[in-house]
């Protein structure tokens, strides 16, 4: 399921160049715009979620797969809920789109780190 992604991914990045943060421009923007704060968290999230449900509910996870998905929590912890209180609030706001696609690469991003035990 996520190789279908890479199709669609690939012609967006071909064809369209992705404004982001302080170098995004009203013109280029696709779907409203996201305050920087939020669209970072609502971006990190799945990659912090779905391998806390895999950790939190699969007994058979060893103890080297659970301190490997421990430091990946951890990490993913801060980028989620840390990074963005540390952004300097602005009027700095982001494209749908770019968020959009980085919410599905942390999707599959944080279901494939879950399931490598």
Request: proline residues 10%; aromatic residues 20%.
């Amino acid at each position: 399921t996520e190789g279908a992604l890479v199709p669609i991914v690939f012609i967006l990045l071909v064809f369209y160049r992705a404004p982001y943060g302080r170098y995004s421009q009203d013109k280029f923007a696709i779907g409203p715009p996201i305050d920087a704060r939020l669209g970072w968290f609502i971006q990190e999230f799945p990659a912090f979620a779905i391998p806390l449900y895999y950790f939190l509910n699969t007994p058979e996870l060893g103890l080297p797969n659970r301190v490997l998905l421990l430091f990946f929590l951890i990490h993913y912890f801060q980028r989620t809920f840390i990074f963005p209180l540390l952004l300097r609030p602005s009027s700095s706001k982001n494209p749908f789109l770019p968020v959009g696609l980085a919410f599905c690469f942390c999707s599959a991003n944080g279901f494939l780190q879950a399931l490598q035990h």
